[in-house]
């Protein structure tokens, strides 16, 4: 495993200071690595340990209001408030090769579910470049950040409820 660039490295951690904890681990984990097939490596396992929205939650066909905008993997997002005032996350991708969708949705499902919403709202869309790079295409970072957005939107909307 190479070095990353130092300054690069300190930015970022600094931009990250308000995530919650575990999705600070994961992020600093991943800007450790500087070989590029360690980074998708690692992208893919969290992608092959994805797990969609148990039927309990909701069944197909999944509800439009749930779909993700721009999103060519259609992903969808459910998000459930605990008692304790913490949500879950549930995440369903429909394209099988959605890879880049899933390991994200796997990575928010374990980082944030559990989490309260005044934590989970500090999320910012760059988030999409401190897990998979600088390197996306237009079309996969606009379906990533709608992800990212859908997530924030659920938090401030229960946090909103609570008021």
Not at 87 to 110: D, R, T
Not at 135 to 140: D, I, N, T, Y
Not at 150 to 156: G, Q, S, Y
Request: neutral net charge.
């Amino acid at each position: 495993m190479g070095q990353p660039c130092e300054c690069s490295y300190r930015k970022v951690i600094k931009n990250m200071s308000n995530y919650p904890s575990k999705l600070n681990e994961i992020i600093e984990m991943l800007l450790l690595v500087s070989d590029q097939q360690e980074r998708r490596d690692i992208l893919i396992d969290y992608a092959e340990r994805f797990k969609e929205v148990p039927s309990e939650i909701v069944k197909r066909p999944f509800p439009e209001e749930n779909k993700v905008p721009f999103c060519e993997s259609g992903a969808y997002v459910w998000t459930l408030p605990h008692a304790d005032g913490t949500l879950k996350f549930f995440f369903a991708v429909e394209n099988p090769q959605g890879i880049s969708a899933k390991a994200l949705c796997s990575i928010l499902a374990v980082a944030l579910s559990g989490e309260k919403p005044e934590s989970i709202i500090k999320i910012d869309e760059d988030l999409v470049y401190k897990i998979f790079g600088e390197a996306l295409s237009m079309g996969k970072n606009m379906g990533l950040t709608g992800i990212i957005q859908r997530v924030v939107r659920d938090a401030k909307k229960y946090l909103n409820s609570k008021i």
